[in-house]
T-cell receptor, first 115, second 111 residues
């Protein structure tokens, strides 16, 4: 079974440009999370989808970030326009929706560099 | 106060010894806890999950949870150089809520 996949693995863009990150969760996983790790800092929560609905977007930094999850399958995270402080590694994770405990599995991450 | 706190380390342990990693959490309503291992430049890898008070063992790893003290720990027996990594503690209120991570503890196993 395929794990969580993210695309692209690396992206270098100029300040002011737009970048779209994609995440394909494990098949059947209702929960999809986006996280970000800035150099030297801890992994910070961005938002959480349950199927196609945004369950919690309290971690989104500002309105330059837009996340969608089409049909409850893959998700995209768009940054427009990108700023220097948006650089970091963006992780996606997914877990099943049922059960008392939902173990989340991470994708390999997208390293975003804004220059 | 951070929701999940860990000592950043580095924690240095001789090969073959027991490595003990600790984590405290501030939210009493947290119900599930996870330990992830992250090698440099890689993504977090789930090692253990626990939601009941007490110990949970899986191979060389034992997770311990004490909800009264709001304390979670991870023991690694017979430590190997390949265990050298950053270990992330995480907490979750329910299976449908966000997972909050600590800043991680860097573990170094010296030969």
């Amino acid at each position: 079974e395929a794990g969580v996949t993210q695309f692209p693995s690396h992206s270098v863009i100029e300040k002011g440009q737009t970048v779209t990150l994609r995440c394909d969760p494990i098949s059947g996983h209702d929960n999809l999370y986006w996280y970000r790790r800035v150099m030297g800092k801890e992994i910070k929560f961005l938002l959480h989808f349950v199927k196609e609905s945004k369950q919690d977007e309290s971690g989104m930094p500002n309105n330059r970030f837009l996340a969608e999850r089409t049909g409850g399958t893959y998700s995209t995270l768009k940054v427009q326009p990108a700023e220097l402080e948006d650089s970091g590694v963006y992780f996606c994770a997914s877990s099943q929706g049922s059960g008392y405990i939902a173990e989340a599995f991470f994708g390999q991450g997208t390293r975003l560099t804004v220059v | 106060q951070k929701e999940v706190e860990q000592n950043s380390g580095p924690l240095s342990v001789p090969e073959g010894a027991i490595a003990s990693l600790n984590c405290t959490y501030s939210d009493r309503v947290s119900q599930s806890f996870f330990w992830y291992r992250q090698y440099s430049g890689k993504s977090p890898e789930l090692i253990m999950s626990i939601y009941s008070n007490g110990d949970k063992e899986d191979g060389r790893f034992t997770a311990q949870l004490n909800k009264a003290s709001q304390y979670v720990s991870l023991l690694i027996r017979d430590s190997q150089p390949s265990d050298s990594a950053t270990y992330l503690c995480a907490a979750q209120y329910s299976s449908a809520s966000k997972i909050i991570f600590g800043s991680g503890t860097r573990l170094s196993i010296r030969p």
